[in-house]
Nanobody, 121 residues
């Protein structure tokens, strides 16, 4: 019913920047919270940054001051601008959306397919 397409990952040198995008399409009435998570092999998925439909944001301590989350509500798209990247930022990043399919007050959660970010030292 809903497709999330992530893009923007890749290989970058330490200190460099990348911009991730997550475009949602399909049966969408409205989108509430949107977020980016990341998961390293053998570790739990962790929240990187989140943004509400009102624009309030929160970040993991490890990325504060370096990453910026934003959204384009008209295009149902989520972004993550990553700057001053470090080798420890290397992992797979996933977008996460909480949305409604209709005016009924049921929320559904969807995940993107993941995009690899690799930061070389």
């Amino acid at each position: 019913q809903v497709q999330l397409v992530e893009s923007g990952g890749g290989l970058v040198q330490a200190g460099g920047s990348l911009r991730l995008s997550c475009a949602a399409s399909g049966s969408i009435f409205s989108i509430n919270a949107m977020a980016w998570y990341r998961q390293a092999p053998g570790k739990q998925r962790e929240l990187v940054a989140a943004i509400t439909n009102g624009g309030s944001t929160n970040y993991a301590d490890s990325v504060k001051g370096r990453f910026t989350i934003s959204r384009d509500n008209a295009k149902n798209t989520l972004f993550l601008q990553m700057s001053s990247l470090k080798p420890e930022d290397t992992t797979v990043y996933y977008c996460n959306l909480e949305l409604k399919h209709s005016e009924l007050n049921y929320l559904y959660t969807y995940w993107g397919q993941g995009t690899q970010v690799t930061v070389s030292s």
